[in-house]
């Protein structure tokens, strides 16, 4: 990590030791260490500090440096590597790194804390709380325990620092800023001073106490020249994989993102199309280009899965998977909503910021249309329903290529009655036999097909007649929740 010196150097500043903030000289107490990175990282969290730390080498009165005789990464508990032992009882969500530094030829130890995310931070099942420079067992006071959940429930991903400490200069040399101006239209500042206002005006940016810069997550995610500089987010890089057949047996080739998502976007939806089978059509006297996907479709697609994934689950990130006749987009979490909602509700997010600024960068569509327009373009082009599947930590988008009527499964064939009555409802129209044929493209002798399909989807509950006494050739049909 970069200026730990300077750091250092600050927080020796601070007059006293804080609810974030301890020093110790050489005491590596295994257990003392544990409860104190749990006290540690919830303070931070409950003060809204990115982080928390531990130094050694320091008085803990005085603040001088006097340096420590130990390693914390070479110290052992029994057998066992310290840190090790340390990470084998402290909840998932901990997370900390540790530095050794020399200042004026003594040595400090660093133990950085990122402050807790989404619950507390605990160690041996117990979480801890500093109360002024003292670690105290978070249940002896509630008080304390209600802001701090508070403070964990209205805690935005989007807001955390990827990268803090660094100077003007060297935050704006690790984002790929020209991108920004480029995407909302506006003319790039001339001098480091203007970049850097507008980046601290959308977040991506925030100058810190010490006058150095913090680069968020928002600004990382997004703008990173290379997300591998970022570690805690270099696994939220996109993953393409193409496969031979209709199953993983055998990958063809394979695409790891190495850019911010604003930056790589557009380079990775042309990745994606270059793996897609391709048809010439001719319009008149014209040759145009056919893919097996809508474009609009695959697009939608993958941006709600980069702009709908949940942060906080480590070592995944959005994976897309192309078998023949089909595209999977894993992204990891589940939806805010019901998915048999998710044509009519109002859209939500656990990364409303994300969602807003990619949206105002026209990488993805309006507020609210995106399942819209997958589901539109898909009839449009004679294609199966796009398919949502819900598992443990990862929603699956499935998009299929063109397919004949009777080797569509049936619960896909009802799943895409329900959704074209979704459409047609949020476009004031109902569901008629005829439309529906139009929507698989089948002949009127196959309208004894579509009533049956229709009857089918009644029964299950997924569509309901407009008026049950209209003749059976006029009959309308409405969503179950219309």
């Not at 940016?205 to 970022?230: H, M, S």
């Not at 897609?276 to 709600?304: D, F, H, M, Q, W």
């Not at 009777?406 to 009802?414: R, V, W």
Request: with cysteine; glycine share 6%; charged share 25%.
């Amino acid at each position: 990590m970069e200026n730990l010196d300077k750091l250092i150097k600050e927080l020796c500043k601070l007059p006293n030791e804080t609810q974030w903030l301890e020093f110790k000289h050489n005491n590596y107490n295994p257990e003392m260490i544990g409860q104190d990175i749990s006290a540690l990282a919830n303070s931070a969290a409950l003060h809204e500090k990115s982080c928390a730390y531990m130094l050694w080498g320091v008085h803990d009165e005085t603040h001088e440096i006097v340096g420590t005789e130990y390693n914390l990464q070479t110290l052992k508990k029994g057998n066992q590597e310290i840190e090790n032992w340390l990470r084998s009882l402290l909840s998932k969500n901990a997370d900390f790194e540790y530095h050794m530094v020399s200042m004026d030829g003594k040595n400090v130890g660093v133990l950085i804390i990122h402050r807790a995310v989404n619950q507390t931070v605990m160690f041996e099942k117990c979480d801890y709380i500093r109360v002024g420079s003292y670690t105290k067992k978070l249940s002896e006071y509630p008080a304390l325990q209600a802001q701090l959940w508070d403070r964990l429930r209205t805690s935005k991903f989007e807001e955390r620092f990827a990268k803090q400490d660094l100077d003007m200069v060297t935050a704006l040399g690790m984002l790929e800023y020209s991108t920004y101006f480029d995407l909302i239209k506006t003319p790039q500042p001339t001098n480091a001073e203007g970049i850097c206002h507008y980046m601290e005006e959308e977040g991506i940016l925030v100058k810190q106490d010490n006058g150095l810069y913090a680069i968020t997550n928002l600004g990382a995610i997004l703008f990173a020249k290379r997300l591998a500089d970022f570690p805690r987010l270099s696994r939220k890089a996109v993953r393409v994989v193409q496969y031979q057949g209709s199953n993983r047996l055998n990958m063809l080739k394979e695409y790891d993102g190495t850019k911010g998502y604003a930056v790589g976007f557009e380079g990775l939806l042309g990745f994606i199309d270059a793996l897609l089978p391709t048809a010439e059509v001719i319009k008149g006297a014209l040759r145009e280009k056919k893919t097996a996907y809508p474009s609009l479709a695959i697009r939608e697609a993958v941006g709600n899965a980069l702009i709908h994934q949940d942060f906080a689950i480590p070592g995944t990130g959005p994976v897309v998977e192309i078998f023949d006749g089909r595209i999977e987009i894993t992204n990891p979490g589940t939806p805010m909503v019901d998915i048999k909602r998710i044509v009519d509700n109002p859209p939500r997010s656990r990364n409303e910021k994300l969602a807003e600024l990619m949206r105002r960068l026209r990488i993805c569509e309006e507020l609210g249309t995106g399942w819209d327009k997958i589901v539109i373009s898909c009839e449009m082009d004679l294609l199966p329903a796009p398919k949502i599947d819900l598992y443990e930590e990862n929603t699956k988008v499935t998009l299929y290529a063109e397919m004949p009527f009777g080797n569509i499964s049936a619960e896909d064939k009802l799943w895409a009655c329900y959704l074209h009555a979704c459409i047609k409802q949020v476009q004031n129209e109902q569901l008629t036999n005829t439309s529906l044929r139009d929507r698989f493209g089948l002949k009127q002798s196959s309208s004894g097909s579509a009533s049956r399909l229709i009857k089918e989807a009644v029964t299950a509950g997924l569509i309901k007649p407009l008026d049950p006494d209209t003749a059976p050739r006029y009959m309308r049909y409405l969503p179950y929740w219309a």
